[in-house]
């Protein structure tokens, strides 16, 4: 497999929208729990959300009817839809690709060995 990468953050105002890319070669098929998540000014690394192999995906309650998780397999990518931004959405966000253990790949749930991408930040301003 090869190196995750991430693109798309940048500024928004509340209420905006942005959209992540991460490519990542080789964990789109496979037995792979894709993830994003995020880690804001101060705070913990948060999960945001996750897709599963079989395209299953789940969020984490503060962006849920927000945030939209999905890939095209053709182009080895994931994306994150983010709608209605507002600034506790402020952090620098990450892929990570994370092998299948369990019966349901969980948000924020890293089993490992995970690999990453180098992450991209998202500024919201009010």
């Known amino acids: 497999q090869g190196r995750l990468m991430e693109s798309g953050g940048g500024s928004a105002q509340s209420g905006g929208s942005l959209r992540l890319s991460c490519v990542a070669p080789?964990?789109?098929?496979?037995?792979?729990?894709l993830h994003w998540l995020r880690q804001g000014p101060g705070k913990a690394r948060e999960g945001v959300a996750v897709?599963?192999?079989?395209?299953?995906?789940a969020y984490a309650n503060s962006v849920e009817g927000r945030f939209t998780i999905f890939r095209d397999v053709d182009k080895s990518t994931v994306f994150l839809q983010m709608n209605g931004l507002n600034t506790e959405d402020t952090a620098t966000y990450l892929c990570?690709?994370?092998?299948?253990?369990?019966?349901?790949?969980?948000?924020?749930?890293?089993?490992?060995?995970?690999?990453w991408g180098q992450g991209t930040q998202v500024i919201v301003s009010a």
């Open positions: 990570a690709a994370d092998p299948k253990w369990a019966e349901r790949c969980q948000v924020g749930v890293l089993s490992g060995p995970t690999s």
């Open positions: 897709i599963e192999p079989d395209g299953t995906t």
């Open positions: 080789g964990y789109i098929v496979g037995s792979y729990c």
